[in-house]
DNA sequence: ATGTATGCATAGATTATCTATGGATAGAAA
DNA sequence: TTTCTATCCATAGATAATCTATGCATACAT
């Protein structure tokens, strides 16, 4: 079994924070959101987002609440915190100042 | 104890990998190289440097010899094997489409 | 009634990285 | 000559993040 990496290690709190930062959505709707906006090059499975947004809850970046979607389902939707909007910024400029170092060594080597 | 990372997880190989494009190095060498060329930013710890080189031994990427170093010192000097350099250019690129990837949904996200 | 897409979630394995060591030697400093 | 610092190797154990593989439930279309 070749190991394949959907992700970049690392990189999922991000992206998922980045998802909410307009507007709420469950999780199955994060999953989708990365998927589309990256052109289908990334792909969220399940079980790598579940376990992230409970460690986000537990960080207390986001909060839940169960509602109804569109299509008349129950599901939770979760929702950027003052926290973890102060957080998105962090880790956002952290992850900016890793690619860039990165660049220089991919570039200069 | 605050996780710091020093390093964007599942990327070490690559860098690793690129200082060995222009010469052989050893081990403090590459260590020393990707501080240095990231302008300090990227630390790479011992402890993930060498089972990396393991890594990277087994499946054939690199090739190691015993040598003397300018300063006199044995050390074990690491070179690009021919399919290290094809492995090279496929990492680089799909870490490239990744970073690229990322880019798009931090941006329109 | 059956299938498909939507939605939740967990268990277990795997892998990568970090922390913390330990040992050896060259050369400088004291 | 002793001691310190930098250079060089490497491993053990803990931790964290992700993937694979499941399982359950429901809305809606066929």
Known sequence: MAKKNDLL????????LTTLKRA????????????????????????????????????????AEW??????RRARFYTLTAAGRKQLG????????MIAAIGRVLQDA
């Open 24 to 63: 709420p959505l469950h999780g199955y709707g994060i999953a989708l959101a990365i998927k589309r906006l990256s052109d289908e090059v990334l792909t969220v499975e399940e079980g790598s987002l579940y376990p992230a947004l409970q460690r986000l809850l537990l960080q207390g970046w986001v909060k």
């Open 67 to 72: 509602k109804m979607t569109e299509t008349n």
């Open 9 to 16: 290690p690392g990189t999922l709190d991000l992206l998922i």
């Open 90 to 97: 962090v880790e956002l400029s952290e992850f900016q100042q």
